[in-house]
């Protein structure tokens, strides 16, 4: 299930980020989590009423696109965003990108729809300035030269691959600047920028600076929707100003699917930034540690950027997260003030904001498939044509399932499952370690008997795969008809076959 993957991908975000464990501790760790101030910004979810009017405007907007043709230029552009493009452009140091972007954010309200729509995303992008450098000493001075040197060639070969796509240096200078953004050390109030050097500095960076910004990038999105402007983006602003000079795919329509899309995009983020700091990841150090012990730098990169196990057994995952007793505990002083001025728990808006994220994109699904497909838009919908049934019934699914309990069938096996993932987040488990495998196959080698010749041994492929887990925590969790082993497995098959993997639950 998908809480292994949290628990391992926060040890792999460790490992490169890595705090030493044994510095501070379990207790010290969350009274700085708890001192620390937790900022509420309120926020709209999905509202049926307000749907009506959007799917009323997507589905003019799907019936117009039928009609009209491809003949976007420059001159669809307002004269705000052009300059404003060709200002992002022409800059070449971090400082003076900021400067710009904290322009453009002071002046947003003035805006035409097209620059305000430029603007809330590169908004997004600030919360990291200098994030490189902030968390230096958090892997550098603290954690074993396995991180160290698993960090460093990361980001070398993200600058390298930065500069090999991008054009020549010349026409690439935007895109260098972007980068030591986030690379760079810099100044507030004429004192470098904190270094992040714990976890929990970690976690208080994510949901006080990240989580915000998105919840007002949000926000700004869902009003520049409710006006159902008509807005052109140039993906000169990516790729540079010499790029596209036959203007082929140069710009494209960001319409009422695509922003929809978008906000469910944040809203999905922050539902993540949530759930992450309702969990110690204390002791991810110590993770990380044994990780790197057996996948080696170079499994531990590749992990980082795939789902691939190079090597490594689930058992050895499990063992590596179990060496740190505290990670993975609920972290219950996590509560905010939420859009209704109501203190929730960090898990319950969590829940609520994984709700709304379906809702909208499934809102969207309906009418992806009466837009035509036109690489006119930023989105092309011939996808929602390829397979109309199966996408129903994997958006079907999954919003059945964040709607509160429900049985899902699988319509290859036929089989059944109840899930009840609202129980997850309004009671959420004390630790998420209760979910790992408990028992795993332990047969290295297999044999076959070929003939009157000797048994010839092979190796078994199945070693180190789980057979048996805490039954009574995914009962208690999740799964309420959970009776024995083979109902978590089939649970998971249900799950894949039935969602398609259409979101993430955080299971």
């Not at 796509?165 to 600047?177: F, G, I, K, T, W």
Request: charged share 25%.
């Amino acid at each position: 299930m998908r809480i292994s993957r949290f628990l391992a991908g926060v040890a792999v975000f460790s490992f490169m980020f890595g705090a030493s464990y044994a510095l501070a501790s379990f207790d010290s760790y969350k009274k700085e989590l708890a001192a620390s101030e937790k900022v509420a910004i309120t926020y709209d979810v999905f509202d049926a009423a307000k749907a009506k009017k959007q799917i009323a405007q997507m589905k003019k907007e799907a019936k117009a696109s039928r009609k009209v043709a491809s003949n976007l230029t420059e001159n669809d552009l307002s004269e705000s965003a052009k300059a404003m493009i060709q200002e992002i452009l022409s800059k070449t140091e971090p400082e003076a990108l900021d400067q710009v972007l904290v322009a453009y954010d002071n002046k947003y309200d003035s805006l035409p729809a097209d620059a305000q729509f430029i603007t809330l995303q590169l908004q997004t992008l600030r919360p990291f300035r200098g994030i490189l450098y902030r968390v230096k000493p958090y892997f550098e001075d603290k954690a074993g030269t396995l991180a160290h040197s698993a960090i460093l060639t990361s980001f070398k070969n993200l600058a390298a691959n930065l500069r090999w796509l991008l054009d020549a240096p010349e026409r690439s200078r935007h895109a260098v600047a972007f980068f030591n953004y986030i690379a760079q050390p810099y100044l507030i109030d004429k004192a470098l920028a904190p270094s992040l050097d714990s976890e929990a500095k970690i976690q208080t960076w994510m949901f006080n600076k990240v989580r915000p910004v998105m919840i007002t990038a949000n926000n700004r999105m869902q009003s520049l929707s409710e006006k159902n402007p008509r807005i052109v983006w140039d993906n000169r602003i990516i790729y540079g100003a010499d790029s596209f000079q036959d203007n082929i795919d140069r710009f494209k329509l960001v319409g009422e699917i695509e922003r929809q899309a978008l906000i469910a995009s944040y809203e999905n983020t922050v539902s993540q930034i949530n759930f992450l700091r309702s969990y110690s990841i204390y002791g991810a150090a110590t993770v990380s540690q044994k990780l790197g012990e057996v996948m080696g730098i170079d499994s531990v990169i590749g992990t980082m950027f795939s789902s691939t196990r190079n090597g490594y057994t689930l058992r050895e995952l499990r063992d590596a997260i179990k060496s740190a007793p505290h990670f993975g505990k609920h972290l219950a002083d996590c509560k905010i003030i939420n859009q209704q001025r109501q203190s929730v728990t960090c898990m319950r808006e969590s829940y609520e904001l994984l709700q709304s994220s379906v809702k909208r994109l499934a809102t969207a699904w309906e009418i992806a498939k009466e837009r035509p497909g036109s690489n006119d838009f930023a989105f092309n919908t011939a996808f929602a044509q390829a397979d109309v049934a199966r996408g129903d019934i994997n958006v079907q699914n999954v919003v059945a399932v964040v709607e509160g309990p429900t049985t899902l069938r699988s319509a290859i096996t036929g089989e059944y499952v109840k899930f009840d993932i609202q129980k997850f987040y309004d009671t959420p488990p004390t630790n998420l370690q209760d979910f790992l495998p408990q028992s795993f196959d332990n047969l290295k080698e297999r044999q076959v008997n070929l003939g009157k010749k000797r048994p010839v041994k092979y190796r078994n492929y199945f070693y180190g795969m789980p057979e048996t887990w805490k039954i009574d925590a995914y009962r208690e969790a999740f799964l309420p008809d959970a009776q024995n082993n083979d109902d978590i497995l089939k649970a998971s098959r249900i799950w894949a076959h039935s969602a398609g993997g259409m979101v993430r639950l955080n299971l």
